[in-house]
């Protein structure tokens, strides 16, 4: 392999061409990849187009970038010192290097490319041979005071950077139980950039402290104990919009990618996905679940999605049309937790609404008999409203069914029950139920208030893109969703009340909902 070293040019950036400039210039050479960093690398590599400039370092590869439309600057940190620079060259748009990863010896080659005038480029990374341990690089970017770190946890949710309760962690990308989506990103509310994970099989971020402030980074794992594919970024920058522009930014991106399928074309090949929208999920622990769902059907639940019957009882329930029914047998399908890897293909995620390390696992296994109240991470986490972002429903509102997971049900625990139901009403999601028949009789008028509210909406928004949430109140208190049928849902998640408008109030726990069609 033969690379070009050290040499300067400058091409101007009219008519949208880039600019490289580089730290000073020698002649043009072709030689062999070196072991040794080359002494006549010039200190950085940069290019440039008509939003951002990028700077490379050509000691630690760590990399910087100036928002030509906002003027901010980013700049890699990076505690450890693992990376070295072997080797390097850089053309209109365009930056390679060659670099050791120090404690395995791996070498690999790192490539920047801009996206012509757009505020985004792609980091691509290859190599050949084994991999003994994972590679943390790129370096992360530090967050500032008032950013929030936007995860796709599940449903969502943003963690502020000086938060110091946080916690460390780390999500894989290629399954439920870390990502749901393949993306990260860090916004002020208005600026920011995302990084898209365009190859997330053995790929992960961690969430870190840089200079005291949580900041994110992408890991990559071995292939088999080799590097393997080839691994690949995108980063993209953000004038305004902040978390709801990077999901749209994502949703083009993924439906350019062929991963989206939305509900309503799925009904058409199987018309019984119009069972599923709007249904209340019932997970029933009762012997006799059939004399159950009769009861639950005569007090006005007529829509539901019974969980985990028995082949007996499933024809049963399905005989008084109350269960949504592989499309060449006509079934509605699902899966738990979710991941977008599933969307073309399911119907809906039993767990997308609860956020995995949050959930309360002793609920589930206690049964139904022994609900408990909320646990500290729970309550603040879960269902803390000024956490938690509806990142997968401004995604993917219209592919997939979003619910609770059985362990975080609606009614599992009464004191965060108010709190769920907002969050369904905003999501325009349908409840889960953990019941038995002791449970229903305690609660009938509770779950059948929480239906009445929620399935409704559901039902109505279920087709329909989430174009847009906001907060209303600096405190995130009010928040409001908008769908592309025009509804609007505003929810007051504060202890005072809301004025929406001179003549309408929303009480503490209270909503409004805007073009919710007539029953």
């Known amino acids: 392999m033969a690379l070009v070293l050290g040499w300067a040019a400058a091409v101007s950036a009219a008519d949208g061409e880039s600019t490289i400039e580089l730290g000073h210039s020698s002649p043009r050479e072709q030689t062999s990849v070196p072991t040794q960093r080359r002494s006549e690398l010039p200190d950085v590599f940069v290019i440039q187009n008509r939003a951002l400039r990028v700077s490379v370092n050509t000691v630690d590869g760590r ?3 100036l928002n030509l ?4 600057y980013l700049s890699q940190r990076s505690a450890k010192q693992e990376i070295v620079v072997l080797d390097g060259e ?18 690999f080659t790192a490539t920047w490319q801009l996206s012509g005038d757009q505020p985004e480029f792609t980091v691509l990374l290859a190599g050949v041979g084994p991999m003994p341990t994972v590679l943390n690089y790129p370096h992360p970017f530090p967050s500032s005071q008032g950013d929030y770190l936007i995860i796709p946890l599940n449903e969502g949710i943003s963690f502020p950077a000086e938060d110091a309760t946080i916690q460390s962690m780390r999500l894989a990308a290629h399954g439920g139980l870390g990502l749901s989506m393949r993306f990260w990103g860090v916004t002020d509310g208005a600026r920011g950039h995302m990084a898209v994970i365009e190859t997330p099989d053995a790929a992960a971020i961690r969430i870190d402290r840089v200079e005291g402030q949580l900041a994110v980074a992408p890991e990559w794992e071995a292939e088999k104990g080799l590097f393997g594919s080839p691994r690949r970024l995108r980063y ?9 522009a990077m999901c749209k930014c994502y949703r083009a991106y993924t439906r350019q990618q062929g991963l989206q399928r939305t509900l309503g074309e799925k009904r058409a090949s199987n018309p019984n996905v119009d069972r599923l929208v709007g249904a ?3 997970w029933c622990r009762e012997e006799r679940p059939v004399e159950l769902a009769q009861t639950m059907k005569t007090a006005g639940l007529d829509r539901l999605f019974w969980s985990n019957p028995s082949p007996d009882n499933a024809r049963s329930l399905n005989a008084l049309g109350m269960l949504a029914a592989s499309e060449e047998l006509m079934l509605v399908n699902g899966l738990e937790t979710g991941h977008e890897a599933a969307v073309r293909f399911a119907h809906y995620s039993e767990g997308m609404m609860s956020l995995v390390p949050y959930r309360v696992s002793e609920a589930d296994r206690a049964g139904p008999q022994n609900l408990i109240e909320a ?3 729970a309550a603040r986490f879960q269902l803390d409203h000024r956490y938690r972002l509806p990142l997968w429903e401004l995604v993917y509102h219209d592919c997939v069914v979003a619910h609770w997971h059985r362990s975080d049900g609606n009614n599992s625990q009464p004191v965060l029950w108010g709190k769920r ?3 369904n009403l905003l999501y325009g999601t349908p409840p889960l139920f953990l019941l038995n028949r002791a449970l229903w009789e305690t609660n009938q008028t509770r779950i059948v208030q929480s239906y009445r509210a929620i399935c409704p909406l559901a039902r109505a928004v279920g087709y329909s893109e989430m174009l847009t949430h906001r907060f209303l109140t600096p405190e995130r208190d009010v928040q409001q969703t908008l769908f592309a049928n025009g509804m609007i849902v505003t929810v007051n998640f504060g202890q005072a009340p809301y004025p929406l408008t001179s003549a309408l109030v929303i009480p503490p726990l209270g909503f409004h909902v805007i073009g919710l069609p007539r029953q």
Not at 69 to 72: N, V
Not at 92 to 107: A, F, Q, V, Y
């Open 63 to 65: 990399f910087s970038v």
């Open 69 to 72: 439309r906002t003027d901010r």
């Open 90 to 107: 850089a053309s209109p748009g365009r930056i390679d290097l060659k670099l050791r990863h120090s404690p395995s010896g791996l070498e």
């Open 236 to 244: 993209v920058f953000f004038e305004q919009g902040g978390y709801v």
């Open 280 to 282: 209340a999920n019932i």
């Open 375 to 377: 646990p500290e991470l």
């Open 421 to 423: 139901d907002l969050f």
